[in-house]
């Protein structure tokens, strides 16, 4: 069975970073494209950043360019989002999730928010 399980969460004052981590049990995802989503109150979900577990290629949403990093170890079965100069926009809850795609493209769909797989969520709260 799969699971990915959400860590890392907190609160943070404005510019200050964090570093949230998910953990996949159940199988390898080689095929597979490894993400982040978001949902803050009263909002839809929407995407964040992802990556080709097994190419390594990346994409971010607009909003988090140039602050945010995803990066996978692919020997620990994790997932990582670093993320610095945090805005109190930031806030929400974050998930991990994973969707089968090709490793030099992502699908519409999975940025969409479709994916085969999903977390918990980690929430995250950054004060101004």
């Known amino acids: 069975q799969v699971h990915l399980v959400e860590s890392g969460g907190g609160l943070v004052q404005a510019g200050g970073s964090l570093r949230l981590s998910c953990a996949v049990f159940?199988?390898?995802?080689?095929?597979?494209?490894m993400g982040w989503f978001r949902q803050a109150p009263g909002k839809e979900r929407e995407f964040v950043t992802a990556i080709s577990w097994s190419s390594g290629r990346f994409y971010y949403a607009d909003s988090v360019k140039g602050r945010f990093t995803i990066s996978r170890d692919s020997a620990k079965n994790m997932v990582y989002l670093q993320m610095n100069s945090l805005k109190p926009e930031d806030t929400a809850v974050y998930y991990c999730a994973a969707d089968r795609n090709p490793p030099t493209s992502l699908s519409v769909n999975f940025v969409r928010g479709s994916a085969d797989y999903w977390g918990q969520g980690t929430q995250v709260t950054v004060s101004s």
């Open positions: 159940g199988r390898s995802f080689g095929g597979y494209a």
